[in-house]
């Protein structure tokens, strides 16, 4: 039934009565759905001082709902209904300043609105304002008022607003540190059904903030959070099942989560998976497949997978092998800077560049990598990419045998060190120190040994270069 504008007694009454037309127009209540006649009915309220027929005429410019689409037109009635206490109006006025539409790019003026609409209680409103002051945008910076507003809209009911206020209390922003009530935020929040809430709260039974361990929970939380579709919670439930956390170990299970979270374009999980076919680990064996999923994560910059699958291409194609493991190396794995190294001192996918070689080993070797600390070890002893330099080749061994004592690389610079023999510094001689035959060092350098007198005034010219002048 349509109200009855006749009967209305007063102005007030009849502004009242021409929104209600406006509303029932709009919903098909009693009548036809009619978008245009319920703008009209909503626009001869606004024009008589009714906050929200001004709020609802400014949604409908705002849409093109029965009038021509208009952000100003918009703006001007959302600006009548602010000006009238509608704190949806204020709101929404605060957005378009924000981002400039309808109306000049104002933050400041964005802020004012925001901060009335919070005041008059829109939930919305008090989230946008505590995270304008967490990030300070268009107002100073200040934790304790984000707080605030946080827990004012979580106390409402806004999830993503006990979500944030949970990680206020777990890491003291705005507040001290209180992890118990940090849990109970993030409780609220997940039991509502938020997911990234649940999958922190799976966080903090694995560690045990602001709750005992209970990696049985932590496993419960984190399966909700991947049925819900979380790709994070999907990798990590596979990790759980690789490990048996929280679970029974079940391998099975394990790959059967990281192909959820690969399909999500996770990029640990496509690496995961991947060694998984690669190995037959959980799965039959099957190369093409690991690569497929190498390929994925590579693809993404991860930097193992890259190294996986330039290993997998080293014999088909070392060009793509080679490829592969420059942008791995290139991010710092120490692994595939060793590989490059090797390519380059063999020639293998692209063209042999022996100080290239000694660049890319000494990268590796600086990160412990135990292969390129004994590379770089011979390189010095037999002057090769570098000048002879039997002080630093032996140090390279015995921070290798030292850092890897227990590791067969450790034994091998450890057998390399007590075998160590002198050669003599002039290349074109090839007399290694024996017990009868005891070399002398360069006086100056003490770096560079001579068989003899002969051979170390032989060798001068090219010496002189770099004696005294070894790198430390």
């Known amino acids: 039934m349509l109200p009855d ?60 709902k029965g009038v021509e689409l208009s952000q100003a037109s918009a703006a001007r009635w959302w600006s009548e209904a602010a000006e009238l206490g509608h704190s949806g109006a204020q709101f929404n006025l605060a957005m378009q300043y924000a981002h400039g539409e ?210 997998c291409y080293e014999e088909s194609d070392p060009e793509e092998s080679f490829a592969w493991y420059m942008s791995a190396a290139q991010q710092g794995d120490s692994l595939a800077q060793f590989n490059v190294g090797c390519s380059y001192k063999s020639g293998k996918g692209i063209k042999a560049d022996i100080d290239e070689a000694m660049r890319w080993f000494l990268q590796s070797a600086e990160q412990g990598f135990p292969e390129a600390q004994i590379a770089v070890a011979k390189s010095y002893a037999k002057g090769t990419g570098v000048t002879r330099n039997h002080i630093k080749a032996k140090k390279w061994l015995l921070r290798c045998a030292n850092q890897y004592r227990s590791a067969p690389e450790g034994a091998e610079a450890r057998a390399l060190v007590d075998n160590w023999r002198e050669m003599c510094a002039n290349t074109a001689c090839d007399q290694v120190e024996e017990a009868m035959l005891q070399f002398k060092a360069c006086s100056k350098c003490k770096c560079s040994f001579y068989c003899s007198h002969e051979c170390q005034k032989a060798h001068w010219k090219e010496h002189k270069k770099m004696c005294g002048k070894h790198d430390e």
């Open 102 to 311: 309808g109306v000049g790019q104002n933050k400041r003026e964005a802020q004012r609105l925001l901060a009335l609409a919070a005041k008059g209680g829109l939930m919305q409103a008090q989230f946008n304002l505590a995270s304008a002051y967490e990030n300070g945008e268009g107002t100073p910076v200040d934790k304790a008022e984000a707080v605030r507003w946080y827990k004012a809209a979580a106390v409402q009911g806004h999830t993503w607003a006990a979500f944030n206020l949970a990680g206020c209390y777990l890491e003291g922003i705005g507040v001290e540190v209180e992890a118990k009530a940090g849990v109970r935020w993030l409780k609220r929040a997940a039991e509502a059904g938020f997911v990234p809430a649940q999958h922190k709260l799976a966080g903090c039974f694995q560690r045990g903030d602001g709750v005992p361990v209970d990696l049985g929970k932590a496993a419960r939380w984190l399966v909700t959070a991947g049925e819900g579709g979380h790709v994070p919670s999907q990798f990590q439930m596979g990790c759980c099942f690789a490990e048996g956390k929280g679970v029974t170990q079940d391998k099975k299970e394990s790959v059967r989560w990281w192909k959820r979270a690969a399909e999500g374009g996770h990029p640990w999980a496509q690496f995961n998976l991947g060694s998984c076919f690669l190995e037959g680990d959980g799965v039959k064996a099957d190369l093409p497949t690991a690569m497929k999923y190498f390929s994925a994560a590579a693809s993404q910059g991860h930097a193992k997978a890259q190294c996986n699958l330039a290993s």
């Open 5 to 64: 504008i006749q009967n209305a007694e007063d102005g007030e009454s009849q502004a009242d009565m021409q929104f209600e037309l406006g509303n029932c127009f709009a919903k098909g209540k009693g009548v036809p759905v009619d978008l245009e006649e319920a703008a009209k009915r909503y626009e001869y309220a606004a024009q008589t001082g009714h906050a929200a027929a001004a709020f609802h005429l400014a949604c409908c410019y705002a849409e093109g």
